[in-house]
Nanobody, 124 residues
Framework: QVQLVESGGGLVQAGGSLRLSCAAS????????MGWFRQAPGKERDFVAA????????YYTDSVKDRFTISRDSAKNTVYLQMNSLKPEDTAVYYC?????????????????WGQGTQVTVSS
């Protein structure tokens, strides 16, 4: 089992920054891949970014490239999502997710473990 706890959401003006954190606990082999997804009201849950825990390779959806950065701190068992130059369209509930198999990184139905979500609201 893996437990994921997100924090760091909030309200920010357009152009501002937030850093989300996802603290992971449990079996390490079950979290070889850590991902961030987001879901806006009335929309499907979408892939944002993912990181391979061991090698550190990162992947992003096109709309956040050059603005968001995913990283991990192995000592703290924590994954971060640094979000800069935020836009109103980034408003959503952001979820941290984990899985063991390194494949289909952008598919939410391929992840095994999920956090409770944290709200990010960007005002114009």
């Amino acid at each position: 089992q893996v437990q994921l706890v997100e924090s760091g959401g909030g309200l920010v003006q357009a152009g501002g920054s937030l850093r989300l954190s996802c603290a992971a606990s449990g079996r390490t082999f079950n979290r070889n891949v850590m991902g961030w997804f987001r879901q806006a009201p009335g929309k499907e849950r979408d892939f944002v970014a993912a990181i391979i825990w061991g090698g550190g390779s990162t992947y992003y959806t096109d709309s956040v490239k050059d603005r968001f950065t995913i990283s991990r701190d192995s000592a703290k068992n924590t994954v971060y999502l640094q979000m800069n130059s935020l836009k109103p369209e980034d408003t959503a509930v952001y979820y941290c997710a984990a899985k063991s198999i390194i494949r289909n990184l952008r598919r939410d139905d391929d992840y095994d473990y999920w956090g409770q979500g944290t709200q990010v609201t960007v005002s114009s």
